[in-house]
């Protein structure tokens, strides 16, 4: 073989390694990117679900320091809360859109939020200012509230947060 064809195969050769090793180095560039991308939108989601179940616990925190001192300016963060809580599922449910099953968990919170406000925080609520008014005593407010019905709703609440969360984290993505 004459040493012209000689260089032209071992140029051609490493020349052919070179685009092998690009396509390759690009393949592996290309699925990192991907993977920090997921890993955004995972820790973005965890993040948004930590602040909805914040939201919760203010407007709990909220609801027990107005039944506690029937003072209404313990009721702010409770009605801040509303507000935020509806924008912030809404971000959340766009988010994790392509995974039906979070999907199906943010619906079952927002059931649940809406069950506590229906049949513990509002009627709770309207409770203590009663006592306020003196149209009821204190025993009877302490009698409702001693049957923990929001206690239950928002701890099954707080095991769907919990169950969610790990599942973001087990995933490593959130579709």
Do not use: C
């Not at 390694?17 to 989601?45: C, N, P, V, Y």
């Amino acid at each position: 073989m004459k040493l012209r064809t000689q260089l032209f195969l071992g140029y051609s050769l490493m020349f052919l390694f070179m685009i092998i090793s690009s396509i390759i180095a690009f393949r592996g560039q290309d699925s990192l990117s991907t993977t920090e991308k997921w890993i955004s939108h995972t820790h973005s989601a965890i993040a948004q679900a930590h602040h909805i179940e914040k939201t919760l616990l203010d407007m709990e925190t909220g609801e027990r320091g107005f039944l506690i001192t029937g003072n209404d300016h313990f009721l702010e963060p409770y009605d801040n809360g509303i507000n935020q809580y509806e924008d912030s599922l809404k971000k959340l449910k766009v988010q994790v859109s392509d995974n039906l099953v979070q999907v199906q968990k943010l619906e079952k919170i927002d059931v649940l939020v809406k069950k506590w406000h229906k049949l513990a925080a509002t009627p709770e609520i309207a409770k203590r200012r009663e006592v306020m008014t003196g149209a009821k005593d204190a025993k009877y407010l302490q009698v409702i509230l001693t049957k923990g019905v929001g206690k239950g709703i928002l701890d099954e609440m707080r095991q769907i947060f919990d169950t969610m969360i790990e599942s973001f984290k087990i995933d490593g993505n959130v579709r």
